[in-house]
C-alpha cells in the first residue's frame, strides 16, 4: 500500500501553466505504476495521465495530450503532472493514484485531491 499526498492545486488563467506533485510514503513506490485522474462537481472521475514504474511507458487521455506531461522522481517518491495552454475545461478536482500496473490504477491507492481552477 501507498500514502499519497497531492500538491495544493491553484488558480491560473486560461493559457497558463500549473505544476501538480504527489508524494508517496511507502518502501514500495518505485515498484508502483502512477496516474492522475480529474472529477468535475457532478461528473464522472476521468483518467488523464499514466506512467509505468520506471518511466519508460506514459499514457495520456487524448483531450490533454500534447499539453500536459506525467513525470516521476523515484528517489523522491514524487510524481508529477506538468499541465500547460491550460483551457478552462480543465478545470476539476485532480487526484492521483498508485497501484501495480497502469490497467490497475482505478483500484488502487489515492491521494485526497487538489483543485485546479481555470479563468477563462
Known amino acids: 500500500q501507498v500514502q499519497l499526498v497531492d500538491s495544493w492545486g491553484g488558480l491560473v488563467q486560461a493559457g497558463g501553466s500549473l505544476r501538480l506533485s504527489c508524494v508517496a510514503s511507502?518502501?514500495?513506490?518505485?515498484?508502483?505504476?502512477m496516474g492522475w485522474f480529474r472529477q468535475a462537481s457532478g461528473k464522472e472521475r476521468e483518467f488523464v495521465a499514466a506512467?509505468?514504474?520506471?518511466?519508460?511507458?506514459?499514457v495520456y487521455a487524448d483531450s490533454v495530450k500534447g499539453r500536459y506531461t506525467i513525470s516521476r522522481d523515484n528517489a523522491k517518491k514524487t510524481v508529477y503532472l506538468q499541465m500547460n495552454r491550460l483551457k478552462p475545461e480543465d478545470r476539476d478536482v485532480y487526484y492521483c493514484?498508485?497501484?501495480?500496473?497502469?490497467?490497475?490504477?482505478?483500484?488502487?491507492?489515492w491521494g485526497q485531491g487538489t483543485q485546479v481552477t481555470v479563468s477563462s
Open positions: 493514484a498508485a497501484d501495480r500496473t497502469i490497467a490497475t490504477l482505478e483500484s488502487g491507492d
Open positions: 511507502g518502501r514500495t513506490f518505485s515498484s508502483y505504476a
Open positions: 506512467i509505468s514504474w520506471s518511466g519508460g511507458t506514459t
